[in-house]
């Protein structure tokens, strides 16, 4: 977990101090991509919370997700279709969905470790 949060810190100080010029349209393609991004990584710290995380199946999926938020953008940008709704849509509840999982295992974990505690200093 530790070198993920590394990674993470890296990235970003690379994207915030790397000038990449990219045309207008190209932002658009890629921040549909980063969503999909940003799903899996929630995905893959719910996996871990439940102690079902699997490198393999988090980095296929990462890069399959993305590749296809950004394949279904250009194509509906291609057709005149506004397709990027769709992965907008089901990445973005997927991301909700998610969030609320870890939250509420977050909580009950948070109350089950203050109820042992609480016995304990009763015995």
Known sequence: MIYALIFIIIGIL???????PMMAIASFYISVG??????????ALKASYNNEFDLSNFLVGLLINMSM?????WMGDKLGV??????VFVF?????????????KFIDNLRASRQESKNDLEE
């Open 69 to 73: 938020a950004m394949a279904l953008s």
């Open 82 to 87: 506004p397709l990027y709704y769709v992965a």
């Open 92 to 104: 973005g509840t997927r991301l909700f969905n998610n969030m609320a999982e870890i939250r509420v």
């Open 14 to 20: 690379i994207g915030m101090f790397v000038p990449l």
């Open 34 to 43: 980063i969503l999909a991004g940003i799903d899996a990584i929630v995905g």
